[in-house]
């Protein structure tokens, strides 16, 4: 519960963001912003289904050796 939570709170704040940069026409922090919301998003809802896995996968992409 609380990652959906964490989750829907960086999703409202990144909408947020997106919108504020769209309007002010700056291409790239919109771009980066948009990248950031897809990437949360979807390692929210992964991390939702299926935690342990999703722990493992995230340990590997930052390179630490799981014992």
């Known amino acids: 519960m ?4 964490w989750g829907l709170t960086l999703f409202i ?3 947020i963001g997106v919108f504020n940069t769209q309007l002010e026409n700056n291409g790239l922090m919109a771009f980066y912003l948009t990248f950031l919301l897809l ?4 390692f929210t809802f ?3 289904l299926n ?3 999703a ?3 995230l340990k590997k992409l930052l390179g630490v050796i799981d014992l």
């Open 13 to 15: 704040v990144s909408v």
């Open 55 to 57: 722990f493992t996968t």
């Open 2 to 5: 609380l990652v959906l939570f």
């Open 46 to 48: 992964y991390l939702s």
């Open 51 to 53: 935690r342990n896995e």
């Open 39 to 42: 990437t949360q998003l979807i």
